[in-house]
């Protein structure tokens, strides 16, 4: 980065005080360099993984749980396991019962301590039982559903997460819940298994890049205000005709530095509040040209 000292000087400063930065340059200067060098300045210590568990009390309002990096595999393992196990004992009970029931028929009848009617009964009896074992298996299987979702997993990064949001839209950057056109009958996939973490969750304890931030739309930088004060955000479907946008989950970590760019004629169009909030906790800095 030849010319860009003060740059570099600079980023050395927000990487150790973890505060937002502006970078106002134009294009070729090596503002996406000067961000990704950013990253690799930030602890990995820091790093979690987001896990997403289905609600209860209410399915279309999944909890987030934010656990130490490596453990989220492990979570899911073992709720893999039971979820086999649990599965296994059911077609076991669903194989054995209806067979049972289907001897005791048989030896009775073969004795003669009960009639040829009685024992007709006891087959057609056998035939419910099988079909509410096949349905009761059916439904053990469905305890998969409960197993977590990984919504990010850090186990193997070795450098703090960066995010280049540059022209991402609104699912990409803020997260989003895909539709699901099965909503009834026990077909459809759970609410939890639905989400999608957004680049803003991604980047959580790393670096978001935005070039060109005057180019987002006014909804998506009045949501990117309100994440850097709460550093926390809710995940929900973007699309109002999707069912996706019925399921909002409980409020997920987003707590990233931030690396927004773009030339001197755009930064006019930059949400006031935005700038503002950069410059009173960071840095706005003017690049060499």
């Not at 749980?65 to 076991?92: D, L, P, Q, S, T």
Request: glycine share 8%.
């Amino acid at each position: 980065m030849i010319g860009q000292e003060y740059s570099i000087e600079l980023v050395k400063k927000v990487a150790t005080q973890k505060r937002h930065v502006m970078l106002v340059g134009e294009p070729g200067t090596g503002k996406s360099m000067i961000a990704a060098a950013l990253a690799n300045k930030l602890p990995v210590s820091e790093l979690k993984d987001l896990l997403c568990y289905p609600n209860e009390n209410d399915s279309h309002n999944p909890k987030i749980k934010e656990v130490k990096a490596g453990e989220g595999k492990k979570i899911i393992e073992e709720a893999k396991i039971n979820a086999a196990k649990a599965m296994g004992a059911g077609k076991m009970i669903g194989f054995l019962l209806p067979m049972l029931w289907l001897i005791l028929a048989i030896v009775l009848w073969r004795i003669n301590y009960i009639s040829d009617t009685v024992f007709g009964a006891m087959l057609i009896v056998s035939g419910f039982i099988m079909i509410a074992a096949a349905l009761s298996t059916q439904m053990m299987s469905k305890q998969k559903v409960y197993t977590p979702k990984l919504l990010i997993d850090n186990s193997k990064k070795k450098n703090a997460p960066f995010e280049d949001a540059t022209g991402a839209r609104a699912g990409a950057l803020l997260g989003d819940v895909l539709h699901d056109p099965l909503q009834s009958g026990g077909l459809g996939t759970p609410p939890h298994a639905r989400v999608i973490p957004g680049m803003i969750h991604k980047a959580n304890n790393g670096v978001i890049f935005i070039d060109e931030i005057a180019t987002l739309s006014p909804k998506s930088q009045q949501e990117l205000l309100t994440i850097l004060q709460e550093k926390k955000y809710s995940i929900t479907g973007q699309s109002e005709l999707s069912s996706g946008a019925m399921v909002r989950t409980t409020p997920a970590p987003c707590n990233f530095i931030l690396v927004a760019a773009g030339n001197y004629k755009d930064l006019e169009k930059v949400h006031p509040a935005i700038r503002s909030r950069i410059r009173g906790s960071g840095y706005e800095c003017y690049m060499n040209v």
